[in-house]
């Protein structure tokens, strides 16, 4: 992907999400270095584990405002983003007992500044 050869891009809007792609974005090589996007705006549907471990790994990133999280993709980013400062939250609760997972994970993730839903 061309955007690999821009190691000062620090915004990336994308209209759709395209796991294949992203996959390419985050890849280790030795030929380019890695992104170090701080916002990252992407049209995505739905963020179930298997897209948040694709996210995770732009630990640049400071804002993340994805459509909707499943409670254990939430989990996963808040731990797992050291600059994450903004994030915009809707997460589908199935039962009681999850909603005390995102309480204990958006507050576990003290670096951030804003979380809105």
């Known amino acids: 992907m061309r955007l690999r050869r821009l190691p ?3 915004a990336l809007s994308l209209g759709g999400w395209d796991t294949e792609q992203v996959k390419v974005l985050v890849e280790v090589r030795a030929d380019r270095p890695p992104l170090q996007l701080h916002s990252f ?19 640049t990133l400071r804002s993340l405002a994805p459509l909707w999280f499943s409670v254990d993709a939430l989990h996963l980013l808040v731990h797992a983003m050291p600059d994450l400062r ?3 939250l ?22 951030l500044t804003d979380c809105l839903s």
Not at 41 to 59: E, F, G, K, P, S
Not at 90 to 111: N, Y
């Open 8 to 10: 000062s891009l620090r």
């Open 41 to 59: 705006d992407i049209n995505m549907d739905h963020v179930y584990l298997d897209r948040a471990q694709l996210l995770a790994r732009m630990t």
């Open 86 to 88: 903004t994030l915009y």
């Open 90 to 111: 809707t997460v589908a609760i199935v039962c009681e007992s999850e909603w005390s997972v995102v309480q204990e994970g958006v507050a576990a993730c003290r670096q």
